[in-house]
Structure formats: C-alpha cells, structure tokens
C-alpha cells in the first residue's frame, strides 16, 4: 500500500525566512501534485511535476521532484503571512486512474 | 470558468440517519472523484467516476454509502445509515479526462457533523 508522508506536520516560521517542506512516497510513481487548502476552504492546485528532475516555480514557492528517492520538497523563500495555510502533496499511484494519494498534509504558520 | 459545485454546504444529522451531498462538476470534465476528508488529515477518494462508469470505488463503504453519477455530469454520494466516523469534509472534484497529466479541481466541500 503506498504511504505518502509529509514533514515537518506544523510549520511556524517568521516572515522573510526560508524553509523546506518534504514529501516522502513509498512507492514508485513519478507524478507528483501540491495543492494548498486555507483553513475552511477547498484544495487549490499549485504544481504538477510529472517527471524525474521536475521542477516548477511560483512566486516564493518552488517544488521539485526526484522519482528515485521518491521525494518531493517545497521549498519556501522569504515567506509572507499570505503563505499561511496547509500545504498537501498527492502522489498518482495508477498511470491509468489517476488516483491521488494525499500526504498528511503541513500546517504552515508565518508570523511577523 | 465556473467551478466544482457541491451542495449543502454544512449538514447536522444524528447517527443512523441518512445524508445526501449533490457535486456538479466544471462543465466538460468528464472525471468525477468523491474524497473524504477527516479533521486533520489529507483527502481520501472514496470513488471515481469517468463518464457515468465507476473506475474505482475501492475504498467506498459500500455497506452505507453509494454514490451514482446519472447522465454523466451531476453527482450525489449518499450514507445511510450514517456513524459518528462519518464526520468528515465530503470533497468533490473533477478533471477533463483522468489521465496522468490532469489536474483535480476541486469543490468547497460539504462538512458534515454526526451526532
């Protein structure tokens, strides 16, 4: 059964510094997805990777994939308190369904 | 473009009553998924519809819960009789085809509370 893990789960961390988010999948699969959910509201999509090497960027958000380590990380730079939410990653475990294991998902926190 | 659709928004029932929740996808997708969300935790499919097919229901309770999605657009997942675990953010969303490239569009959810 594929695991999908997440770390760190909580995240509180000042305005203007960087940090990584990781990913870790137990299983191969080399399609990746993070999404981000506000408190109360549904998940909005922030990146697809969809190949070894991946890697996109967003503003201060940048993902990146490496299928052979079977990790994921989010990295965050100079964070603003509009970053503020949980942060998912949902690994496709069926080439053919698409079906999406959910990570247990960080609570990222940015303070003054 | 308009989004995923999900009605009501918020349900109180007690336990063993039944509960009904409508998705109406983004127009033209043709992939359909129901999640179940618990407090605290990452979304888990219960099942996914391409057209008016199921492809996978794996992780549905079929024993309270069913779900059909008639004429291939609209959807309604229902439980009955409903359990105090139900509790939980029911997510609908949808894609254009189900393939490995597309994304998952989600609804806002309907947060349902057993008591």
């Known amino acids: 059964e594929l695991k999908v893990e997440q770390n760190p789960l909580f995240l509180s961390m000042q305005e203007g510094k960087n940090y990584t988010i990781y990913c870790n999948y137990s299983t191969t699969s080399d399609r990746l997805y993070w999404y981000r959910q506000d408190p109360g509201k549904s998940l909005e999509s922030l990146f697809v990777?969809?190949?070894?090497?991946a890697v996109k960027q967003e503003g201060r958000l940048m993902a990146s994939l490496d299928t052979k380590a079977r990790l994921s990380t989010l990295h965050i730079t100079a964070a603003v308190h509009d970053l503020s939410a949980t942060y998912f990653c949902a690994v496709d475990m069926d080439y053919n369904t698409d079906k999406l294991i959910f990570g247990t998902g960080t609570r990222l926190q940015v303070f003054p | 473009e308009a989004g995923v659709a999900q009605s009501p928004r918020y349900k109180i029932i007690e336990k063993r009553q039944s509960v009904a929740f409508w998705c109406n996808p983004i127009?033209?997708?043709?992939?359909l998924y129901w999640y179940q969300q618990i407090l605290g935790q990452g979304p888990k499919l219960l099942i996914q519809f391409q057209n008016n097919g199921v492809v996978d229901d794996s992780q549905l309770p079929k024993d309270r819960f069913s779900a059909e999605r008639l004429k291939g657009v609209d959807s309604t997942l229902k439980i009955q009789p409903a359990k105090l675990e139900d509790s939980a953010v029911y997510l609908c969303?949808?894609?254009?085809?189900?393939?490995?490239?597309?994304?998952?569009?989600f609804g806002p959810g309907t947060r349902l509370t057993v008591l």
């Open positions: 969303a949808s894609s254009t085809t189900g393939g490995p490239t597309d994304t998952q569009y």
């Open positions: 127009s033209g997708h043709a992939t």
């Open positions: 990777l969809l190949s070894n090497g």
